[in-house]
Structure formats: C-alpha cells, structure tokens
C-alpha cells in the first residue's frame, strides 16, 4: 500500500539555524499539507499546497516558514531562524484529487535546543 | 472558525468489549466532513474512518463505526470488540466542503485496553 514518507525522522537544531524538512506525497496525489503536533498537545494546520502554490496558511505559518516542491515529488518545508517553540512533531499529509482524505506520512520530530 | 470537542480526555475498554468515543463540533456550514484519526505510540496519524454530512447513513468500517447526529453536531466513535492493538490517541477532525481544505481536530482521547 502507498505511503507517506517523510525524512529525517529526527532533527535536532542550534536555535537561530535553518532547517528543511522533507516529504514524499503518494504517486497522484496533488495536495499537500503540512501540520505540527506540541508534545500532549493537538495536531495544528500549518499550510495546504496545491499547483505550486499555497492555498492556505494559518498564523502559525510565518514569514519564517517556506513550502516548495523543488522537484516534482519531494515537498518541503523550511523553517528559518528556528525558535525554541518550533520544537514539535511535523507531519506531511497529502490528498488524492476528489477524495477529501488527508493521509500522513510518519512525522519528523524536530527538537530546537 | 469550526471547532472540534473531545470531552473524554482517557477512555479505558475491556479486551473484545465495545466502547464509544465523543465528539462535537461547532460550524455554521452545512456541507463537511468529519474524520476519525488513531494516532499509535508510533505518533503517525492514521485515518480510521469518515463521515460526509449530506449522508443520513452512518459510516462504517470493519469494527469501526460511527453514531452521526447533525442536528446536534455529535460525531462518536464506536469500536467493537476491542483488540490491544486499538490501543492509542484518537482524534475527531472536520473539514469544510466549501471554505479551505484544511483538518481542525480536537485535543483527543487517550483510549487504553485491558487485556
């Protein structure tokens, strides 16, 4: 069965430094999504990417974070001048045209020390 | 903006008994979804079931089934003879049919089961 696939599992980060997070989406699904998940907390929306464009974003998503898909399959999310908050557990979640059904890849746990 | 409430924030279950979740919501819209996730000590959120509003019948799937009530914008979890693998944070979730394509979800229900 298809799946998500999210690079690295783990990373951990000097405050102050870039990071870039990796996902690579089910063959055909065309949407894209990025959420995170506080430890014990709710997993929160980020960002939904569809066409090469963002088509949503919540206040979380500042002008420090990014989404691109550089190459037609990896889709990436990157945080610039990381903060000690951003430390959490970042999903991918990627959608089939018409489906309405959001799956997840694994997650990276991202730890800002 | 739609909210999603998750009231039971522990549930415990005997092995093969059945226990239901709780979940409600708030929207002003009338076209959604509304989607089951179990989220395992792995941490991935895995999709277990969902619930298109337009639709009076109640999802089911396998074990899984869902109690609908869209008057009183409910939407609980039932799972049936419950396994220890079903074992794991379950999270209610809604998305507009209309506005945005985004999952608000709810804070969760830790469900454990006695063996």
């Known amino acids: 069965e298809p799946e998500v696939t999210q690079t690295p599992s783990h990373q951990v980060t000097q405050m102050g430094q870039e990071v870039i997070l990796r996902c690579v989406p089910i063959?055909?699904?065309?949407?894209f999504y990025w959420y995170r998940q506080i430890l014990g907390q709710k997993v929160e929306f980020l960002v939904s990417f569809y066409n090469n464009e963002i088509s949503e974003k919540s206040e979380i998503f500042d002008d420090r974070f990014s989404v691109e898909r550089p190459d037609g399959s990896n889709f990436t999310l990157k945080i610039r001048s990381t903060k000690l908050e951003d430390s959490a557990m970042y999903f991918c979640?990627?959608?089939?045209?018409?489906?309405?059904?959001?799956?997840f890849g694994p997650g990276t746990r991202l730890t800002v020390t | 903006a739609q909210t999603v409430t998750q009231s039971q924030p522990e549930m415990s279950v005997q092995e093969a008994e059945t226990v239901t979740l709780s979940c409600t919501y708030d929207t002003s819209e009338s076209d959604y979804y509304l989607f089951w996730y179990k989220q395992p000590p792995s941490r991935q959120m895995i999709l277990v079931i969902r619930?298109?509003?337009?639709?009076?019948q109640n999802a089911t799937e396998n074990r899984f089934s869902v109690n609908f009530q869209k008057a009183a914008k409910s939407f609980s979890l039932k799972i049936s003879d419950s396994q220890l693998g079903d074992a794991a944070m379950y999270f209610c979730a809604y998305r507009s049919a209309s506005s945005g394509d985004k999952l608000t979800f709810g804070t969760g229900t830790r469900l454990a089961v006695r063996p």
């Open positions: 063959s055909n699904h065309l949407y």
């Open positions: 979640a990627t959608e089939l045209a018409g489906s309405y059904e959001q799956y």
């Open positions: 619930q298109e509003a337009y639709k009076q």
